[in-house]
């Protein structure tokens, strides 16, 4: 039976997150300096015949650094996302027929793990930001820091 | 027609319908050309394919053709208005003329293979390739950058029979930083993300292939602003016995590396095209540096088995372009139904001219094809047999059984004559000086401001926050980094390599670029990178008389007769000025059209001319190499070279807001011999720092050195050589021809013995004060060099 999990793969609490700091700075380059903070984590997306106990190996074993991470498996059709009380939540992923390098990556891993499932694996990014923004300031984020529509598709939450 | 291939209907149509075809299919071929396509296929009595058709205008593009450096061009050059000067110029004849004249038994290839390869030992060769990923880089900074570097370090692969990769340098032009977001045009990305994408790209390429990139430069002009330049190089290391590749009738055609996809099709005609949310993904190829550094690796164990006897780089155009080249004296029979591909759904035609990354091409002989595929296996890369070079002179593709191309390759390379074009210069354009009155001299604390003020500008400050990002130690032959000095603070004149762990023999590679000459005379801007590319590598130990160099142009719209006139006159330089140094070019790419055209205005802006020159010189031995920094107390400052009155496109000007003037004019005559003598004086020990003297002028040059050995020192400005003492001139001018260099004190009559003949003078002594002191008529200018020092890092930040 053809599943589909979400990975999402983020940094312990206290662990500093540079690339959202990275983020930060360069959303307020563009004026909009309400954005208190920034953080984000991996998404990893795992469409195919696969079960869960596969997909807690998968999480564990490859695409984990135990020692900073910690990471959540949801179920796809849910849609949900934690809320960290950032309120605005946004999700970046390569559009159909762009190379997903870390995806192609991933596959290669997961088969050297030992688990020779057929799946389809892409991957993204989330970021959460925290500020009080207006909808338009946060299309504008998306659209001049977070995703190039050229080969990237954006969700907000 | 067949169930694969669709007719392309051409036949009897007119003008107007040909345009048509080509225009709706991004094909980037003009009237004439389709033309030409028109009288083929009706000598044949036939329509071409879609095959076929992208096939011929993959070949005859501008990018894989080089239709304008292929062209007859009516070229006439305008002075005061009524001098003419009219000549007929072919710009690639002109560029291998040069080469022919100089080269000696020194370039082993040029112009024939992916990249130039000149001899370092009785063993080994060094291959040089330097190429341009513009306008992929500014759609999609990370993604084209990356597969810039991706895409150059595979032409190094498929050098010879391949070489092995040592250095990667990286050359950018980019909008001012702090344009305010309003000012962009729709569909531009700001000039700050496309210089982080950018960095970032080339630095995660770079480094993950284990490749140290360690040499490049960066320039900010506003006429950067909606086409960035990215210019991407890569050195390698060939055994001369692996130059010689022949395609042989009977070899199969083997692709290995990565899948196919629709990645990159029809990029090369894409550039023209305004961006909008509903344009196709198609046309941005992301790398996989993994990949690629597999397939290196095991090429590499491949070449050394003797498995292949031809290999060259799956690039722009793809299969077609790769395919097509190897086969171009022999024929070709592919069956495209082999190619792996990442996904389903690719039509016939897209699956030939797809220009995914980390692909190559290799012809195998029979006896060999069974342990290369079997060496490929075991390191887990790729590798299929698509087809056979047979000998039919034709280039015929199959599809499931079905013909869905089959061309003449003499008229597929030999079919498209020569364009003719009409250019023209005019020479006293720009050249007129606008500018308030001249600053007074006499309070000289509005000149330290000054001085700071042009330390720290973009062009000038320190480049650590890009540097530092980029591995330049892997490998561990970098023996000259790109920051030197004890805290690694001050800036390097060119990079030095040892390429073989067992011989102190070297390598020094550099560049030389300057955009701001050109608006105003591209013949000197020319002869100015020339000089200045060959200028850093003499200036870090290498040996003038052995040095090459390549070429890479960028220019913007071409069908204007006066960019097209600038284009020609800027080659012209590149000719003399090769000529009269002695430089064979061995390399080179041109990546014409960059330009923008503003949705809502209709507006067109090209970019300015550039020119880069990049150079690469045989060091005798790296242990007699010197670096920029002041280095002891108590040495001696001199000044090698005459300073003029040269102002026009400087860094000082443009900060000021100062149009015109005259720009730095070479001297090879008087600079040649100077080389050779600051050469011989590094060798033998008696120099003991050497900075070349270029953007920024004199000041800047002093600060650097300064700077990069934490020392102060007293320098008297009355005694640089100058005809015109204006305080201006002798800090900011950026005449050529000029080193400052640290001469041991003992070694002071040494020195000025061995300088006879030419100019140079004694102008200072390093201390150890913290402080430079600069005097001029009795005054004086005190600089911190600490403070210097934040200025100038401070200038770019990342």
């Known amino acids: ?157 | 027609m067949g169930k694969y291939a669709k007719e392309v209907e051409i036949i009897g149509v007119d003008d107007k319908v040909l345009l048509d075809i080509s225009e709706r299919n991004l094909l980037s071929l003009n009237l004439d050309e389709m033309k030409i396509i028109q009288e083929y296929f009706t000598s044949l009595g036939r329509n071409p394919t879609d095959c076929e058709i992208e096939t011929i205008a993959q070949t005859w593009s501008e990018h894989c053709y080089h239709k304008i450096f292929r062209a007859d061009i009516d070229y006439t050059e305008i002075k005061e208005k009524k001098h003419m000067r009219r000549s007929n110029i072919t710009l690639l004849k002109l560029i291998k003329k040069a080469t022919d004249k100089v080269k000696g038994n020194f370039c082993i290839s040029v112009f024939e293979d992916n990249a130039g390869i000149i001899r370092f030992n009785r063993r080994y060769g060094i291959a040089f390739k330097v190429e341009t990923h513009n306008h992929p880089s500014a759609l999609e900074p990370y993604g084209g950058a990356g597969t810039g570097i991706g895409g150059v370090i595979r032409d190094i692969l498929g050098a010879g029979k391949g070489a092995v990769p040592i250095l990667n340098t990286d050359v950018f032009c980019f909008g001012i930083l702090d344009t305010p977001y309003p000012e962009l045009p729709e569909g531009v990305l700001h000039p700050r993300r496309v210089f982080r994408g950018v960095v970032s790209g080339v630095r995660d390429y770079g480094n993950r292939m284990g490749i140290p990139t360690a040499c490049g430069a960066i320039i900010f002009d506003k006429g950067y602003q909606n086409n960035c330049l990215v210019y991407c190089g890569t050195l390698g290391i060939i055994p001369v016995d692996k130059v010689k590749k022949k395609v042989v009738d009977g070899d199969y055609i083997v692709v290995v590396g990565g899948k196919t996809g629709r990645d990159g099709i029809h990029g090369a005609t894409f550039s023209s095209i305004a961006l909008d949310k509903d344009i196709s993904t198609s046309v941005v190829q992301i790398g996989n540096p993994i990949v690629e550094k597999k397939m290196m690796d095991v090429l590499i164990k491949a070449r050394d088995e003797s498995l292949y006897s031809a290999i060259t780089d799956c690039g722009a155009g793809g299969l077609s372009s790769a395919v097509g080249e190897m086969g171009k004296d022999v024929g070709a029979c592919v069956y495209l139904e082999r190619v792996p591909l990442k996904y389903e759904g690719l039509a016939p035609w897209e699956i030939w001219v797809s220009e995914s990354q980390e692909r190559m091409v290799l012809a195998v002989p029979e006896k060999t094809l069974e342990r290369l595929l079997q060496l490929f296996a075991e390191e887990d890369v790729e590798a299929t047999v698509i087809g056979q070079f047979l000998k039919t002179g034709k280039l015929e593709i199959f599809y499931n059984g079905e013909q869905v191309c089959c061309l003449d390759m003499k008229f597929l390379h030999r079919g498209l004559p020569p364009r003719k074009l009409k250019a023209k210069f005019y020479v006293d354009k720009g050249k007129e000086l606008f500018r308030k009155k001249r600053l007074k001299e006499k309070d000289l604390s509005i000149w330290k401001e000054r001085i700071l003020k042009v330390l720290g500008s973009y062009n000038i400050s320190s480049r650590e926050a890009v540097i530092t990002q980029y591995d330049h130690e892997v490998q561990a032959r970098t023996i000259i980094k790109p920051l030197i000095g004890m805290q690694q603070s001050g800036p390097s004149d060119g990079v030095v390599l040892k390429p073989l762990y067992d011989e102190w023999k070297g390598i020094a590679v550099s560049c030389g670029i300057n955009p701001f000459y050109g608006k105003i005379d591209p013949y000197y801007m020319a002869g100015c990178c020339i000089e200045e590319a060959l200028r850093n590598v003499v200036s870090v130990g290498a040996d003038p008389d052995s040095v090459a160099i390549l070429d890479n142009f960028c220019w913007g719209d071409i069908n204007n007769q006066e960019n097209l006139g600038a284009l020609t006159r800027c080659v012209k330089g590149c000719y003399e000025f090769a000529v009269k140094y002695k430089l064979p070019f061995i390399s080179g790419k041109d990546s014409l059209n960059n330009f923008f055209i503003d949705k809502t205005t209709g507006e067109k802006t090209s970019i300015p001319g550039t020119l880069l020159i990049s150079a690469v010189g045989i060091v005798p031995d790296i242990r007699k190499t010197v670096t920029s920094s002041f280095k002891k107390e108590g040495n001696f400052i001199y000044i090698c070279g005459r300073t003029q009155n040269e102002l026009g496109g400087s860094e000082y000007y443009r900060i000021y807001g100062i149009k015109g003037g005259k720009v730095p004019e070479p001297n090879p005559s008087k600079t040649l011999p100077l080389m050779r003598k600051i050469f011989n004086l590094i060798k033998t020990g008696v120099i003991k720092a050497s900075h070349d003297c270029s953007d920024g002028g004199l000041i800047v040059t002093l600060l650097e050195m300064a700077i990069g050995g934490d020392k102060g020192g007293t320098v008297c400005l009355d005694n640089v050589p100058c005809s015109d003492k204006s305080i201006e001139v002798l800090l900011f001018s950026e005449s050529q021809g000029r080193f400052i260099v640290e001469v041991e004190r003992r070694y002071r009559e040494k020195f000025e013995k061995f300088m006879a003949g030419s100019t140079f003078a004694l102008i200072g002594e390093i201390d150890s004060s913290g402080l430079l002191d600069i005097v001029y008529k009795q005054d004086k200018i005190t600089i911190s060099i600490r403070e210097a020092q934040d200025i100038w890092k401070g200038g770019l930040k990342w």
């Open chain 1, 1 to 157: 039976m053809v599943k589909i999990y979400k990975i999402e793969v983020c940094n312990k609490k206290g662990i500093p997150d540079a690339f959202g700091l990275d983020v930060m700075k360069n959303i307020r380059e563009t004026g909009i300096v309400k954005v208190k903070d920034v953080t984000t984590s991996d998404l990893y997306c795992f469409q195919g015949d696969i079960s869960l106990e596969d997909i807690k190996r998968i999480a564990d074993d490859v695409l984990l650094d135990k020692v900073i991470q910690e990471y959540i498996i949801r179920e796809e059709d849910r849609g949900d996302f934690e809320d960290k009380g950032y309120g605005i939540v946004v999700d970046v992923f390569y559009k159909k027929g762009v190379t997903d390098a870390v995806a192609e990556t991933v596959a290669v891993a997961v088969k050297d793990a030992g688990i020779k499932k057929d799946v389809k694996i892409s991957t993204g990014k989330r970021y959460y930001i925290k500020g009080e923004l207006t909808k338009k300031e946060i299309e504008l984020i998306c659209e001049k820091v977070l995703a190039n529509r050229l080969v990237q598709d954006y969700v907000i939450h």
